[in-house]
């Protein structure tokens, strides 16, 4: 099992739809990313948190340490974030690394 | 402000040969991470540099070794080339070390071995 488990794997959603994408983990963190990477390969860090709840415009990401999950949401999903959506653990322990789930392929479509 | 660039764009080599990448960190930022996407695979950590010293590395062969300098530019160096070393090699900067501050990455380098 990875220590970093995303779901679904893949989402197809009309335009306009809200989007919950899940992240669960089995380590220790000091801190959680979520990344978005276009069909290009760039990556685009979306969010770093360590609790609670943040927003940026049409998203919102939240993490419940003690449930050691985090949910990445999207509301008035649009085609333009049609993307590839990444966790990534930051591990606790004095050697941190950075742990990744496998990922998320959202297709938006108009 | 600049953001973080990586050079070469795309590199081909064969297997058996070395080859370096390199990366340019935002100004200010003093932690540089690299990592591995192979074709259909995830994300995988390599290496992180912070202040000029090698401060983690992931589940890669010795093979597989960097530096950073003063300037806090870094390289990855791949020695004998294997097929599965094939893969798009990011290289992300931040300004708070230990994978505690919003990273931000580069283009990548996409090496192909043949």
């Known amino acids: 099992k990875n220590e970093v488990e995303q779901s679904p794997q893949n989402l197809t959603a009309q335009e306009g739809e809200f989007i919950t994408i899940n992240c669960s983990y089995s380590?220790?963190?000091?801190?959680l990313h979520w990344l978005q990477q276009h069909p290009g390969g760039g990556i685009v860090s979306l969010f770093m948190l360590s609790s609670g709840k943040k927003k940026h415009g049409r998203l919102i990401a939240t993490i419940n340490i003690q449930e050691k999950h985090s949910s990445l949401h999207i509301t008035a999903s649009h085609p333009r974030d049609s993307a590839v959506y990444i966790c990534a653990a930051v591990t606790q322990g004095g050697s941190e690394k950075l742990v990744f789930g496998k990922g998320t392929k959202l297709t938006v479509n108009p | 402000e600049a953001g973080v660039t990586q050079s070469p764009t795309h590199l081909i080599k064969t297997r058996g040969q070395q080859v370096t990448l390199r990366c340019s960190p935002i100004?200010?930022?003093?932690?540089v991470y690299w990592y591995q996407q192979a074709l259909g695979l995830g994300l995988q950590f390599l290496l992180w540099y912070d202040e000029g010293e090698e401060r983690n590395r992931g589940n890669f062969p010795p093979r597989f070794s960097g530096r950073q300098f003063p300037n806090y530019s870094s390289e990855l160096n791949v020695n004998a080339l294997e097929l599965e070393d094939s893969a798009l090699y990011l290289c992300a900067s931040s300004w708070l070390t230990g994978g505690l501050g919003e990273q931000y990455f580069g283009p990548g380098t996409r090496l192909t071995v043949t």
């Open positions: 100004s200010g930022h003093t932690s």
């Open positions: 380590v220790g963190i000091s801190a």
